[in-house]
Structures are given as C-alpha cells and as structure tokens.
C-alpha cells in the first residue's frame, strides 16, 4: 500500500498535519493503535492554540473547563499567591480524549487514510520508506513524519533517540470525581520541577516531574506527590489513577542542534522534542509544529525539510532554548520565595505571569518585562540562577 506521506502517531501533532496535508490533495496514512486516549499531562489548551485549530472544531462540541486563575504555592513558608486569568479564553482544559479525538476525526474527514496498528519498524528503501505494521500490511512512503512521542521509533530509526539528559518523567494520578477552575503549581527544587493540579471536565490531572537523569525514581517522586496530596487535600474524596509518562526536556544548544527533520523524513511535536522545558507545555508547539510540516511538504520550493528544520529553530526553537537558560534559576528556593511575594503584592508581575500562563508572553522579552515591574530582587535571583 503507497502512499506520498506516512505519519506515525495521531496525537494532535500528527493527526494535524494530516488533517492539513489531504485538505491539500496530499496521499496521507496516519498509523497509531491507540488514539484518541486521555494523557497524563496537564493538557491546558491555551487561546493561540485553540486558534490554530479552529477549523477542525467549528461546530464541534468540546467538553472543557475554562481556568479562571493560577494558583502558586511555596509550601516551605505556607504561602501562596493567586493569578486571575481574565481572557475568557486565555486558557481552558479539555479531555484529550475528546480533543485529540477531533483532531483524528478532521484528518480522516479530510482523506487521510487511518491504520489503527502498532508500527513496529521503518527502513529506507530506493526513493522512500517501508513502514512495517504489527498483524498488518507493510506501507510504502516518500516520506515519513514522526509523531510518536518522546519515545519515537521514528526518530530512533532516523536519526537517535532522546538521551535521559534530554528527557523529564512525569508521574502522577487522574483524581477522578473532582475537578475546578484553578490550575494549581508548586515549584520543587528537590528534585528540581514543580508539582501540578490541572482540572478537566471530570477529574483533575496531578503530577510531578523531574529531569529523568536526576537520580530520582519514579517511585520516590510519586512519594513526594502522594505527601502534597495529604497536606493539600486538594483531591479528598477522589478516586487516585496513577500514571507516568517521559517528556522531552531539551537543553538550550539541543533546541538549535538536535536534527528534527532529513532526507525524506521529518519529526513534529514531543517527537522533534518541542516542548517549554520550564512549564513542560507542548499542545501548542505540537500544533504548530504540524502547520509548519505541511506548509513545508506542499511548498514549492527545494527541499522541504530543510526549509521546515529552518523554520521551527527560528520560530521556535530559539524561544525555547532562552526558557532552557532560565530552567534552573525558576526552580530554586529562594527565587521560588521571591516570585509568590512578588505575585502576591505587585500586579505588574502577575500580569506576566498570566501572560506566560496564557502563553501571549514569549521568553524573548521576559527579562525586560520583568524588570519593568521594579521587582529587581526577583529578576536578579532568577538570572543568578540560570548563568
């Protein structure tokens, strides 16, 4: 079976850029044996996100939960400050399963050809790949995009996987039965991350993440988590699913340097490792990811890969590579001190917060929005940090 392009994996990545590619006329064939599922991210779909998709989910209901503020909590002192989130669609969290859902719904509404198999290798042959499916045909493509996550077999196949210094683990529980309109945060620095409370129409998704070469178990991490819980209380009464999950956690020269895309073959979303290495958010970057592969593939210009690798490190991943430097001044303590006093008592500063929240502020431009706010303390602390 031929086709001119095979994606592999239909999470919002790939399901977009097939979506996007057979509106063009484009041979597309999406192969994933589980989506749409839930996932254990916190899954904040913010208003620029929503925007790139809009097409797909016109008249389409979609359950989800408006966040009206962002609480952050230093637990050390017993101290908290809340961000009001004021845009009605500044940020709201969906079920995955329901979103990712409509996404794969429009790629195969718009002719991609949908394989619900399990790939179980990619090879190269004269003038493209074969793609090898468990208890299914053998596909053949002129090119291949890699949308399978953290662990792509794509990318191992095509270039080298994600070592554990370029990854984070993430553990945690789906509480199910309660849920809110606040997403909480916690910043950790032993080991360095922050613990979350995301709510979705029906549960809340909790959880910790650490870089996974840091040492630390996934076991002592959901130990950590389930103590939060106890002094919380913030899922009492609910029924704990636990979970745990690797996602990308790129350093800065990784987001210039780590090859996302070659000869006949390109990776989008988690798989090309586009995710925020502070908050860990990558809906966003997968979706946009997925925009600039099909403009790419049905441009007409020479060699489109290159033209896309060009343009996500450009458009992309210098902005994550400045996040990257900051990584490590955000997780210690006493900046951690800093930030909810400044949260608490300097409105220009929670509007910056909201912002990033938000994901209308890009880390371009963050220091000199910050120190616009006179919180020099803070902004000192931070940079001290991240050098």
Request: with cysteine; glycine share 10%; aromatic share 8%.
């Amino acid at each position: 079976m031929t086709s001119d392009i095979v994606i592999v994996g239909a999470g919002p990545s790939g399901a977009w850029t097939a979506a996007l590619l057979a509106r063009q006329g484009v041979r597309v064939t999406l192969v994933d044996p589980s989506h749409p599922r839930e996932k254990p991210c916190g899954g904040g779909v913010t208003g620029r996100a929503l925007a790139l998709v809009a097409p797909a989910l016109a008249g389409r209901a979609l359950r989800n939960v408006r966040i009206r503020s962002a609480r952050f909590v230093d637990s050390r002192r017993a101290s908290f400050a809340t961000v009001r989130l004021d845009g009605s669609d500044a940020l709201s969290v969906a079920s995955r399963e329901e979103f990712d859902g409509l996404l794969l719904s429009a790629a195969v509404e718009a002719g991609a050809m949908l394989h619900r198999a399990r790939v179980v290798d990619v090879w190269r042959v004269h003038g493209g790949w074969q793609v090898r499916l468990q208890d299914g045909p053998t596909l053949t493509a002129t090119t291949i995009v890699g949308a399978d996550g953290a662990n792509s077999l794509v990318r191992r196949r095509v270039t080298a996987a994600f070592r554990r210094d370029q990854l984070s683990a993430a553990t945690g529980f789906y509480a199910r039965g309660v849920t809110s309109d606040e997403v909480v945060i916690e910043l950790v620095r032993d080991p360095p991350g922050y613990i979350w409370s995301f709510p979705r129409p029906d549960h809340l998704a909790i959880g910790i993440c650490a870089q996974a070469d840091s040492g630390v178990p996934i076991a002592a991490l959901r130990r950590v988590l389930a103590k939060w819980l106890d002094d919380t209380r913030i899922a009492a009464g609910a029924t704990l699913e636990p979970y745990s999950w690797p996602i990308p956690s790129l350093g800065a020269a990784d987001f210039l340097g780590v090859p996302i895309a070659g000869d006949g073959w390109l990776t989008v979303g988690d798989a090309a490792g586009l995710v925020d290495p502070i908050t860990r958010e990558g809906i966003y970057f997968a979706l946009e990811s997925a925009v600039m592969a099909a403009d790419a593939l049905t441009g007409a210009g020479p060699a489109p890969e290159r033209q896309y690798q060009d343009r996500v490190r450009a458009e992309i991943g210098e902005d994550l590579a400045r996040a990257a430097r900051y990584k490590h001044g955000f997780f210690r303590p006493r900046f951690t001190a800093l930030l909810v006093e400044a949260l608490r008592t300097s409105p220009g500063v929670r509007g910056v917060m909201a912002d990033l929240v938000a994901g209308t502020q890009r880390y371009e431009g963050l220091k000199w929005r910050l120190l616009k706010t006179m919180e020099l303390g803070l902004v000192w602390r931070w940079l001290a940090g991240s050098s």
